[in-house]
Every structure is written in C-alpha cells, then in structure tokens.
C-alpha cells in the first residue's frame, strides 16, 4: 500500500530552536499537508501544498512540496511550548476517491 | 461553535457488546470520514461518505457499519467489539471528495475490556 515515511519520530528541543521534519514516499503525490495532533484532540490542518516545487508559509511555519512530488518538509522557526504536540504529514495520490494517507508522526517536545 | 462533534468522548466497553458513535458536522461539508488511531499514533481511514453515499471503504471488518441519515452527520456502529477495537476514532468532514483538507472531530476513545 502506499506509505508515508516520516522522520525524526521524535524531537526533543530547547524553546527558541528550529525545528525540520520530512515525510519521503516511493509514490508520487499531487497533495502534500502538514498536520497538527495536541493531546487529547484531533488533528488540525496546519498547512497544504498544490504544486510541485510549492514553498508556503504559516506564521513560523514554512512547508515545501518536494520537486519530485515524493517528498515535503515542515520547518518551524523560534518554536514555542505551545508548539508540543504531534506532527503529521499527509498526501493525496490524486483527486477524487483516493483516501489521505498519513505518515507515522513526529512528537515534537520543547523545553522551556 | 463546534464544527465537527463527536458522541461520546470515552465509551468503555467489555467484548461482545455493540455500540454506536455518532459525529456531527455544521461546516455545510458533503463528505465526511472516520478515522482510526491505534495505540501508536496511526491515523488510518476507514470510511468515506459523500452526500450520504459511502464512497470509501478500507477494508475494515463487517462489525463495524457507518450510516449517514444526512450529510451532516455520520454515525458509526461496531457489532461484537473485540479486544483489538480499542482505539480513538476520529470522525472528519471537508467540502468535496478529493480535498486533503479535512477537519477533524475531538475523537471518541474506545476501550473494550
């Protein structure tokens, strides 16, 4: 099936750091979004991306829709505690009746 | 305002029993989703309604039937729980079939004892 590999699986960092996690796939994808998990809450949809090459932004967060459509990038910059949570990146094959597909996560701490 | 609703928040059950959640959307979507997340994170889709017709199904078992009576809400019913249901379901909905851009429910957390 089609998999998503996201990585780090985890990041421990100091408040004031940036931050850089990747989600990589041997498919090709025509969506890339970048999603948001806090505790006890479902995903929030942080950032999506439409075209090849694509670099959008969202307050601190910078997200890139990889060139060969089988990649893409979250940055946060200066992260904050309330930036804690998990991570996921999510792709779509193509339009239509296709169903996201999520990568495994990254949870994200930050040390105050 | 709640834009997608779920009932209830924690439903603890023993295995055998059945039981529903049910989901609510007032985001004027047409398509709305359940998702499961085990017990390591992992976000999968299970179904996919569209104007109250199931147009995604992953290959979950027969025990578990959704049913949307409109296309504001989407309900979820699991026959004969098993130890292995135990998980958060989350309920999402977004504007047209093909859109990534969902919006997800505060998930009900399952447990089968």
């Known amino acids: 099936g089609q998999q998503l590999n996201q990585s780090p699986q985890s990041m421990f960092i100091q408040e004031g750091e940036d931050v850089s996690m990747n989600c990589t796939s041997s498919?090709?994808?025509?969506?890339w979004l970048w999603y948001k998990q806090d505790p006890g809450e479902g995903p929030v949809l942080l950032i999506a991306l439409y075209k090849a090459g694509e670099l959008t932004s969202n307050g601190r967060l910078t997200a890139q829709f990889g060139i060969t459509r089988k990649d893409s990038f979250l940055n946060i910059s200066a992260s904050i505690p309330s930036d804690v949570g998990i991570y996921f990146c999510a792709a779509l094959r193509r339009s239509g009746n296709t169903p996201l597909v999520f990568g495994k996560g990254t949870r994200l701490s930050v040390i105050a | 305002d709640t834009a997608v609703s779920q009932t209830p928040k924690y439903l603890v059950t023993q295995m055998g029993n059945d039981k529903s959640i049910k989901c609510e959307q007032n985001?004027?979507?047409?398509?709305m989703y359940w998702y499961k997340q085990d017990s390591k994170k992992f976000l999968k889709i299970m179904f996919s309604?569209?104007?109250?017709?199931?147009?995604i199904n992953e290959t979950v078992p027969n025990r578990f039937s959704p049913k949307s009576p409109d296309k504001a809400h989407l309900n979820l019913h699991i026959n004969s729980l098993e130890l292995g249901d135990s998980a958060v379901y989350f309920c999402a909905s977004s504007h047209g079939t093909g859109s990534g851009e969902q919006f997800f429910g505060p998930g009900t957390r399952l447990t089968v004892l």
């Open positions: 985001l004027g979507h047409d398509t």
């Open positions: 309604y569209n104007n109250k017709e199931l147009i």
């Open positions: 498919s090709i994808f025509n969506t």
